[in-house]
């Protein structure tokens, strides 16, 4: 039976980007004391979550790829021997930069990269003043362990993301996320907030018949405008297998490593049950690549 243990490193951030460094790699130490083959960190995870503004400083922040931060995950990756994902903010060329998650396979090769395609332009979530959408497309990485379908926080609430993944064939969908509530939001809202956001991913799991991996951040961000009271990211980092169950679940206030067995083997079984793919009337769905069908 193919089965991956797999660890998820629900951080909180620091503005110091040593410290949050130092406290990925202790993280990535003990999910790898725990057994986990695969660890999957958060989206931005060097820093804090700078979009909350807009400053050109701040793309002083990116690196390309490679560069100094490929070369620390690579390390790591390789002397522990796991495959690792990563969230960095890529610098392509000057004033053209991307969001991308960068794959490590177990011998700190760089097994591939995706470039986040869905960018958001929201409230204290400004990131299309940073990121040019991805133009590599939706490309599953080929890891020593299986094939991973790696999308970026806003792509997990569009389900043709998830599908194409699927087709071409993703053994499982990893999300690293950074999502969180603002302060004036009542409670009854960010309920409504956290559970459509687990709700949309375990959709895609039962949809696709594969498990699903969401690692978000945790803790407090300072609005550094003071425009709003920052962002209080929800953490709950979870996992479900391929009919949305869960297998893993962090909590919403403190930071947390999760290391959970994924049988890959299940979505086989899943899929025979339930042939999601087999009965697809694809001669029917032209209208999908509209904007909208007046």
Same mark, same amino acid.
């Given at each position: ?131 040019? @959408?991805?133009? !590599? #497309?939706? $490309?599953?990485?080929? *890891?020593?362990?299986? %094939?991973?379908?790696? +999308?970026?926080? /806003? ?20 999300? @690293?996320?950074? !999502? #969180?509530? $603002?302060?004036?939001? *009542?409670?009854?809202? %960010?309920?409504?907030? +956290?559970?459509? /956001? ?97």
């Amino acid at each position: 039976m193919k089965k991956i243990k797999t660890g998820l490193v629900q951080q909180s951030n620091t503005s110091d980007l040593k410290t949050n460094l130092a406290r990925l790699a202790a993280n990535i130490d003990e999910c790898v004391a725990r057994g986990a083959q695969l660890v999957v960190l958060q989206e931005l995870h060097n820093s804090l979550y700078f979009c909350q503004t807009e400053d050109t400083q701040l793309f002083d922040l990116a690196e390309p790829i490679p560069g100094p931060s490929t070369g620390f995950y690579s390390e790591i990756a390789a002397s522990h021997g796991i495959v690792l994902v990563t969230s960095l903010f890529e610098k392509r060329a000057p004033g053209l930069y991307h969001n991308t998650a960068v794959v490590f396979d177990t011998d700190g090769s760089i097994a591939g990269k995706y470039r986040k395609m869905h960018i958001p332009d929201d409230p204290a979530y400004y990131e299309k003043f940073y990121f040019t @959408p991805g133009d !590599i #497309g939706f $490309e599953p990485v080929q *890891t020593s362990l299986g %094939k991973l379908g790696v +999308l970026i926080c /806003w792509d997990q609430w569009y389900p043709e993301a998830a599908r194409m993944m699927a087709l071409k064939g993703a053994e499982m969908l990893i999300y @690293p996320t950074a !999502i #969180g509530w $603002e302060s004036s939001d *009542t409670q009854e809202e %960010k309920d409504r907030q +956290l559970n459509a /956001w687990i709700i949309s991913q375990r959709g895609h799991a039962v949809a696709n018949g594969l498990p699903v991996v969401a690692v978000n951040r945790v803790g407090h961000e300072p609005d550094p405008s003071g425009q709003t009271n920052g962002i209080q990211f929800w953490g709950n980092s979870f996992v479900v297998g391929p009919q949305g169950e869960f297998l893993a679940q962090a909590g919403n206030d403190t930071p947390e490593n999760l290391v959970i067995e994924i049988d890959l083997e299940r979505s086989e079984n899943v899929r025979r049950w339930w042939p999601f793919l087999r009965d697809r009337r694809i001669d029917e769905y032209g209208g999908i690549t509209k904007r909208f069908l007046d």
